[in-house]
């Protein structure tokens, strides 16, 4: 039996969706970025219409520039493509996926929160004991991403590193399977941009008290996570992050 198919993460299909929306909404002639979007899927207009469920003459007409795409026929447009992509076993978006630059099984969970939480709301998320006094618990926190800190610590090159800071360095890195701490925190503290907020998972007890010292002088709080499990701790996180409700990929 050959290897199964390759299947996106949900974060990697929303950092592509959002990328290519940015590059149509920035865009000086947006129709010429929606065909560019279609053709580098490989996709015919008929296909693109058939799937938001429009007369192949509407996608004409807004690639061409007579119409003006909106935010929401942008989300459509988008969707149709990756769903087309999702029917032929993810070709572009694999592609796509590689250009991100982080080895496979890094990242298990990215997201931006549509409200922003403060660092007191995230703690209580993940079941936390805060490590490091004088936390500046009304801090905003935008989004989160969740890695496995071996294969972060032992894979990531300095500019990898920056990818888990999604679109903003006010946000929380989680690293799971953990067993003293110290590792992480040197990854961060030999990184130039700090996040604003650092969870360790994995010790019960006997967290390094050089791990606490490193984010002592960083000025990052740390947190230790009580989550039975890194699916609970997901599941945790997800629950601060409100989804959106159009599409399957809905940005």
């Given amino acids: 039996m050959g290897e199964p198919a390759w299947e996106p993460k949900d974060y990697i299909i929303q950092i592509i969706a959002k990328r290519i929306a940015g590059d149509i909404v920035y865009a000086q002639e947006p129709g010429r970025a929606l065909r560019k979007w279609r053709e580098y899927f490989e996709a015919s207009q008929s296909d693109v219409a058939r799937n938001m469920g429009v007369a192949t003459s509407v996608i004409s007409e807004y690639e061409k520039g007579r119409r003006q795409p909106g935010v929401k026929f ?3 447009f988008i969707n149709a493509l990756l ?5 032929r076993g993810w070709a572009k978006v694999s592609e796509l996926a590689r250009s991100l630059g982080l080895p496979p099984g890094v990242v298990l969970d990215m997201r931006e929160f549509e409200t922003p939480l403060t660092i007191e709301e995230v703690v209580s998320l993940v079941k936390g004991v805060v490590l490091s006094p004088k936390v500046p618990i ?3 926190i935008y989004g989160y991403t969740i890695v496995d800190s071996i294969r972060a610590i032992t894979t990531l090159s300095g500019t990898q590193f920056y990818m888990l800071l999604g679109l903003t360095s006010q946000r929380a890195i989680v690293f799971t399977g953990v067993r003293a701490g110290r590792s992480p925190l ?3 503290r030999v990184s130039p941009v700090k996040p604003s907020l650092v969870i360790i998972h994995g010790p019960r007890k006997n967290v390094d008290p050089l791990a606490i010292e ?3 002088l960083d000025g990052v709080p740390l947190v230790l ?3 039975r499990s890194v699916d609970e701790l997901i599941h945790y996180m997800r629950q601060g992050a409100q989804k959106a409700s159009v599409g399957p990929y809905a940005l």
């Fill in 74 to 76: 942008v989300r459509r």
């Fill in 83 to 87: 769903t087309i992509d999702a029917g």
């Fill in 138 to 140: 009304d801090r905003k």
């Fill in 186 to 188: 040197v990854a961060v």
């Fill in 214 to 216: 490193l984010a002592k």
């Fill in 225 to 227: 996570s009580l989550a």
